[in-house]
């Protein structure tokens, strides 16, 4: 994935676009005024006081300021989109992993002749794949978002990632028999805070290119290159759509300290080899 294409992405406009400044003032405007009017929400009184909360490990409390915030969100007004907004925001990190898996869906349904979608069936490229289908994933989890079912209170998050993935499945022609066992389970393993900081890399063409390359030209072992095919790649998935380093190292037989160590030091090869890589210009980060 070109830099240009990156830069250009409907993730990064959306991310750019909801880190302006005038937009975190709105959403500091709308967490002030409902933080009086609720006790659920009364130490989320500003956007930054939301992140350091969905940045934590108490899953509880992610549930019950999702939840209230989706409360908000499912009302026709202004604040209602705010609201929206502010969620979707807060659940940007999931984005790449729900599109990771819809995208190795579509192919698995596709076979070899690629996405397919429409009357016509028409083919399309690996750019156009990726970009069409984040934008899809984003526009579902902005309609999750509004349509929420508010009796669910008990993983808020993980809820909206499995009903954004499946209607993007079905946007593309998936049946979702074919894609259960790929959907994220609300009891996963939860491994990551809400807030952590996303990057927008997954399971895509370019990415296995980098890796075989890597591998090739012997800046990766295939130890390391195993390690971070499975996290992106295999099928077990945890809370922000790829694999955990527990999961990892039940598949591959390590302990998840070990599992931890040998792939940061894998995305610190790869980073140091990526910059090799013709035509490419990935993000990574630990």
Not at 46 to 62: F, G, K, N, Q
Not at 100 to 125: E, H, N
Not at 204 to 213: A, C, H, K, N, T
Not at 259 to 280: M, N, S
């Amino acid at each position: 994935m070109s830099s240009r294409s990156t830069d250009n992405s409907p993730l990064t406009m959306l991310q750019k676009e909801f880190s302006h400044p005038r937009a975190v003032a709105r959403f500091d405007q709308a967490l002030h005024g409902w933080s009086t009017e609720d006790t659920a929400l009364s130490d989320v009184a500003s956007h930054e006081d939301l992140v350091a909360i969905l940045a934590t490990r108490d899953y509880e409390r992610h549930d019950e300021v999702l939840h209230e915030l989706l409360v908000r969100a499912a009302v026709t007004n202004p604040r209602g989109v705010a609201a929206t907004e502010i969620v979707v925001n807060a659940m940007l990190p999931a984005v790449p992993g729900i599109v990771g898996r819809v995208v190795r869906a579509v192919r698995a349904a596709g076979g070899a002749v690629g996405l397919r979608r429409g009357v016509t069936g028409g083919g399309v490229s690996s750019s156009e794949e990726s970009r069409d289908i984040q934008a899809a994933v984003i526009g579902h989890l902005w309609e999750q978002t509004r349509c929420y079912p508010l009796r669910r209170r008990h993983h808020v998050a993980a809820n909206l990632m499995r009903e954004t993935q499946r209607a993007a499945q079905r946007d593309f022609g998936v049946d979702h028999s074919q894609a259960a066992a790929d959907l994220v389970s609300i009891d996963d393993e939860v491994h990551r805070p809400l807030a952590a900081v996303p990057v927008e890399l997954g399971a895509s063409e370019e990415l296995l290119e980098l890796l075989s390359w890597a591998v090739d030209q012997e800046r990766l072992d295939e130890h390391s290159a195993t390690i971070l095919t499975t996290r992106y790649f295999g099928d077990p998935v945890g809370r922000d759509g790829v694999a955990t380093d527990r999961q990892i190292g039940a598949l591959i037989g390590l302990s998840q300290p070990t599992i931890t160590r040998h792939r940061r030091r894998a995305v610190e090869q790869l980073a140091d080899a990526v910059v090799e890589f013709p035509g490419r210009d990935l993000p990574w980060a630990v």
